[in-house]
């Protein structure tokens, strides 16, 4: 019995000695803090970092780009009181709780191309701009 008393203290002396490698450290960087029109329900991001979404009272969805600059803002239910991403994230996931449903919003996003200095044919403030690079082919 004298024996397996020591053995235990033994053991726990050693964890007690040992725990002290497994301990990390953590330190705080700089953060931001970002003013938003409506009170935050709940926050994804993409799985790629490069957005976050932000869901708030009165069914505003907030879509921040990595550096934290408000890219646009969306409208949805005002039920919606969780929301969520796909892996890829090309798809909003809106949970609504008085509805009792799941609504899946396809979103992408418009990437302005600058066409100054460039060659063109047609007028310059058509809606739709086709570039063909044929001399680099």
Do not use: H, W
């Given at each position: ?119 063109f044919k047609g007028p310059a403030d058509a809606s ?10």
């Amino acid at each position: 019995m004298k024996q397996v008393r020591r053995i235990g203290i033994l053991l726990t002396a050693l964890i007690f000695c040992f725990s002290g490698l497994v301990m990390a450290e953590v330190e705080m960087g700089q953060s931001k803090t970002f003013k938003l029109d409506a009170k935050p329900i709940d926050m994804t991001s993409s799985a790629d970092g490069k957005y976050t979404f932000i869901l708030a009272e009165g069914g505003k969805v907030f879509i921040l780009d990595g550096s934290g600059t408000l890219k646009d803002t969306l409208t949805v239910s005002e039920s919606v009181m969780s929301i969520g991403t796909s892996p890829k994230g090309d798809l909003l996931l809106l949970a609504d709780s008085k509805e009792n449903t799941l609504e899946v919003v396809k979103i992408s996003f418009v990437v302005d191309i600058d066409i100054a200095g460039l060659a063109f044919k047609g007028p310059a403030d058509a809606s739709v701009v086709v570039a063909v690079f044929s001399d680099y082919q």
